[in-house]
């Protein structure tokens, strides 16, 4: 390996480093994994990139452990932005926001989130699937991932917003994906190059299991696992547009190296009803009376997020701004001290948007009058100001765990169950029944009506006997969602720890169809080879993380 990377550096022009302290400090995720890069990589420009993949695509047959990762952030939960090879940074270089407008953004895919923020604001504009970790993550690992958040509700997951990706494919050239009429794609599948078969056989290969294909696709308002196929190609419309595969193939199709986007327009005002409750079991029913109120959002966190968040507030002091944050403590620990000891079992936020705050207060006082049935306490927190601290908690949960709870980690691998809301009443109790017989300490945050929940167990997950938990567990947890037609993914996608589960969750002949998407993107496997199709549950079981630790993400 040592001489490949010398090779490497002769024609590559960004940074590589192979020292043990930055190999190490690669070697983490969100996720319950760890792999040791053989060197980090920080690409300069997208003509590093296909000198990169060109390079690798010629030496792959000498050296067979060589493989490219490409990684923004390194926030994914599943153990797709890490990598035993060359793992490559695009946050370094790729860090340009070319424009926002009031229909689109344009950026480099290393951008952060907390920088595209106050842009889009200011335009009064949005992108309607930024997730809860919007605060640490990039917009090019949002495409990786086909994230999802609070805006899911009403607008879907990554997918839905991505208009235009510039990619570089496996013969090292960097081409555009873009949604393409009949003609167009025609034309494109004339072409004699590598782009030219690309689509004439990922076109074959969808018409040809055409119905399987849009069956596939889980019966859920979210979902990240697997390949989008179905939504690449539709007959009726006669649209072709390749960027659904793209996004959410966790780098294993290519390196993205520019980004457009859709934005929309955001509400001028936005309010939240909170709803205290004491009892879990009364969840699925109150997410149906919530839902017929069609909130703008609807998220929620358990009582131990609910109290590592009061504990320790004053980390959020920074970003909330000092005084900001002494009144808004003191308003948080008054709503507290109204349970007289007694923490509620969940903490529902129910957000509505308007033009003015007065419409975002009728909408709210309508479902309080609503919910009176449910004997709840219940908090109009009426403007994004009074909002925040409830935001800030919720989006910093895991953060929270990882950061305060010292002797476990917060292990995601059933994280981000999905069913449709209307059967959470069946599948919730069924659900605990299988957390409890595991004996897995789980805190529960999520977008509710999505019925999509972050289960987090904390675990300390270098022990065997732990370890030695998740595969039954997974394995009572599959048939259960998929009696409610759910995914195991609606927005964390598969990585190492779901990408062995594709064929319980697809079907076999599905699963096939997924492997050949990739061989025909990546005949030789150099990009993210151990996770989704690659992935392969007793590789990944043997990379799982050897200490608790609390290290932040880079
Ligand atoms: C506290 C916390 C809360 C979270 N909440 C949510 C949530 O609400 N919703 C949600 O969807 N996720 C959530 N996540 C998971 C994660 O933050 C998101 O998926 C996020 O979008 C990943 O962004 P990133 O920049 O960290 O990407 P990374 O982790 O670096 O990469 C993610 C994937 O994208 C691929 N990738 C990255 N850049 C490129 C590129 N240029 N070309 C090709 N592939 C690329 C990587 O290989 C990897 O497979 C959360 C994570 C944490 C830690």
Redo the contacts with the bound molecule.
Sequence with gaps: MHTIISSLRTIFEGEINTTEQTRKKYSH??SIYEMVPEAVLFPKDAMDIKKLVHFVSQSKAEYPALSI?????????SG??IGNSLLVD?TRHFSTLHSVSRTEIHTQ?GVFMHDIDPVTNEKGVMLGCV???RA???I???V??N???EQSLRYGNTENFVKELKVVFADGKEYTVKPLNKRELEIKMAQGDFEGELYRKIYDLIEANYDEIKNARPKVNKNSMGYNLWSVWDRHTGIFDMTRLITGS??TL???TDIKMHVVPKAPHSGLLVLYLPDIKQLGSIIKTVMDHQPATFEGFDDITFNLGIKHFNLFQKQLGMKEWLKTQAHLLGSVAKFKGHIPNMVLMVEFEGDTQQEVLAKINELKSQMSGFKLKMEIEGSEEESKPFWTIRRAS??LLRQKVHDKYASPFMDDLTVQPKYLPEFLPQLRKIIRKYKLPATIAGHYGDGNFHIIPLMGISSPAEQAKLEPTMREIIPLVLKYNGTLAG??ND?MVRGPWLPAVFGDHVYQLFRQTKDIFDPQHIF?PH?KTGAAWDYSMDHIRTNNGQEL?K
């Design positions: 995720d969100a990762t490409p990684r923004s952030a390194g926030t994914d939960m797709a932005s695009m895919p997730p809860a970790s640490i993550n990039t090019g690992g949002m990786g991932n994230s999802g958040g966790q780098g290519g390196v993205i895991l953060m927005e964390h990585g993210n996770v993400i």
